[in-house]
C-alpha cells in the first residue's frame, strides 16, 4: 500500500504536524513558563502520537501472540459520545475479541470474511489494515453499528465524500466546545489577557483535533 494522501495513516500524521504548527506559532510570543507548558504539550502530542504508530507499523504488539493468526473478521462502526471508530470484531479465536482500526476505504463494504491476524500486523481481503489501539476482550463501549451483509454499490461515491480533508476536519472538531473551558482554566491559573486566552484556545483545540484523529475517528 502506498504511503500518499490515501494511506489510511495520512489523516492522523496530517493532524498530528498541524498540532505542532500550532504550538509552535505560538511559543515565541509567550512567556518562560507559557513556553514551557507548550513544549509539554508539543511533547505529549509526539510521545503519544509515536506510540499509536508504533502499533499500527507493528513495532509494537497490539494483541498477544497467537498460533492461529487465521480468523474470522467482521467491521463494526462505534459510535461513542462525539467520536466514531471502525473495529474489527474478531472470531475463531475461543470468544470475541475487537481491535480497533485506522479508517480505510476498504472497510466501508467489507462483510464478515477471514483475515489473518499475528501480533503486530493484520491482513484483511488482500489488504493490511492499521491498528489504533490494543486488542481488547470486551465489548467497546457505544453504539455499535455491524456493516451490511451484502456490499454497497453506492459506497465508493459516499467514501469519496466522507473522506474528504475538511469534512474529517469538521466532524473531529466537535470535542473542541471544550477548549475555551480549559483556556479559562489556564488564564486562571498562570494569568494573562485575550491574547493568552486565544493562544489557549487555539492550542487545545488543535490538541482534541488530533486526540481525536491519532485514536482512528471514522468519518462515515
Same mark, same amino acid.
Given at each position: ?7 489510511? $495513516? ?9 498540532? $505542532? ?8 510570543? %509567550? /512567556?518562560? @513558563? ?8 508539543? &511533547? %505529549? ?12 507499523? =507493528?513495532?509494537?504488539?497490539?494483541? !498477544? *501472540?497467537?498460533? +492461529?493468526? /487465521? ?23 475461543? !470468544? ?18 477471514? %483475515? ?20 481488547? @476482550? ?5 453504539? &455499535?453499528?455491524?456493516?451490511?451483509? !451484502?456490499?454497497?454499490? =453506492?459506497? *465508493? ?9 475538511? !469534512?474529517? $476536519?469538521? $466532524? ?6 471544550? +477548549? ?12 494573562? #489577557? ?16 488530533? &486526540?481525536?484523529?491519532?485514536? #482512528?475517528? @471514522?468519518?462515515?
Amino acid at each position: 500500500m502506498s504511503s500518499g494522501p490515501g494511506h489510511p $495513516l495520512a489523516y492522523p500524521i496530517t493532524v498530528t504536524i498541524g498540532a $505542532l504548527a500550532v504550538c509552535a506559532a505560538w511559543a515565541p510570543f %509567550g /512567556t518562560l @513558563d507559557q513556553v514551557a507548558a507548550i513544549a509539554a504539550v508539543a &511533547l %505529549g502530542v509526539c510521545g503519544y502520537t509515536g506510540y499509536r504508530l508504533a502499533l499500527a507499523f =507493528g513495532i509494537l504488539r497490539f494483541r !498477544r *501472540p497467537s498460533t +492461529a493468526p /487465521t480468523v474470522r473478521v467482521a467491521r463494526i462502526r462505534q459510535q461513542h459520545r462525539l467520536v466514531g471508530r471502525s473495529w474489527l470484531e474478531v472470531g475463531g479465536t475461543g !470468544r470475541p475479541r475487537w481491535v480497533p482500526v485506522y479508517f480505510d476505504p476498504a472497510l466501508v463494504n467489507l462483510t464478515e470474511t477471514e %483475515g489473518e491476524l499475528t501480533d503486530r500486523t493484520i491482513h484483511v481481503a488482500g489488504r493490511r489494515l492499521y491498528p489504533s489501539g490494543r486488542m481488547r @476482550d470486551v465489548e467497546p463501549p457505544g453504539r &455499535l453499528i455491524d456493516n451490511p451483509s !451484502r456490499p454497497d454499490p =453506492g459506497a *465508493p461515491a459516499h467514501v469519496a465524500k466522507a473522506t474528504r480533508l475538511r !469534512r474529517r $476536519l469538521l $466532524l473531529d472538531s466537535q470535542s473542541t466546545v471544550a +477548549a475555551p473551558i480549559a483556556a479559562l482554566l489556564w488564564v486562571y491559573l498562570d494569568g494573562g #489577557g485575550f491574547s493568552v486566552f486565544l493562544a489557549a484556545t487555539t492550542i487545545a483545540a488543535a490538541c482534541t483535533i488530533w &486526540l481525536s484523529a491519532v485514536q #482512528g475517528s @471514522d468519518p462515515t
